[in-house]
Nanobody
Framework: QVQLVESGGGLVQAGGSLRLSCAAS????????MGWFRQTPGKEREFVSA????????YYADSVKGRFTISRDNAKKTVYLQMNSLKPEDSGVYYC????????????????WGQGTQVTVSS
């Protein structure tokens, strides 16, 4: 089991950038695929991005391709989501996720969730 703690959310103007971090506990971090989901109140949790344990497999939702970049530092047991050119529709609570599968990474395959960090993009 892995404990995940997100940070880096906040309020930003449209077109701005934020970098989310997810710090993980446990000794098997590199064995997990990691991902990010987001959720708006009243809507279902949505896949954003995923990265394999080695970092060799990277996936993005079409809505964020070209704007978001996922990365991980296994030595630091941390996964990052660099978010550029933010849009109001990117607003929501962003959740870090750990899974043994990233192809695909779906909510049903997530083994551990972080508590979430709020991202608000103003128009």
């Amino acid at each position: 089991q892995v404990q995940l703690v997100e940070s880096g959310g906040g309020l930003v103007q449209a077109g701005g950038s934020l970098r989310l971090s997810c710090a993980a506990s446990g000794r098997t971090f590199s064995s997990y695929g990691m991902g990010w989901f987001r959720q708006t109140p009243g809507k279902e949790r949505e896949f954003v991005s995923a990265i394999s344990g080695s970092g060799g497999g990277i996936y993005y939702a079409d809505s964020v391709k070209g704007r978001f970049t996922i990365s991980r530092d296994n030595a630091k047991k941390t996964v990052y989501l660099q978010m550029n050119s933010l849009k109001p529709e990117d607003s929501g609570v962003y959740y870090c996720a750990a899974s043994f599968a990233v192809v695909p990474m779906t909510s049903g395959r997530v083994g551990s969730w972080g508590q979430g960090t709020q991202v608000t993009v103003s128009s």
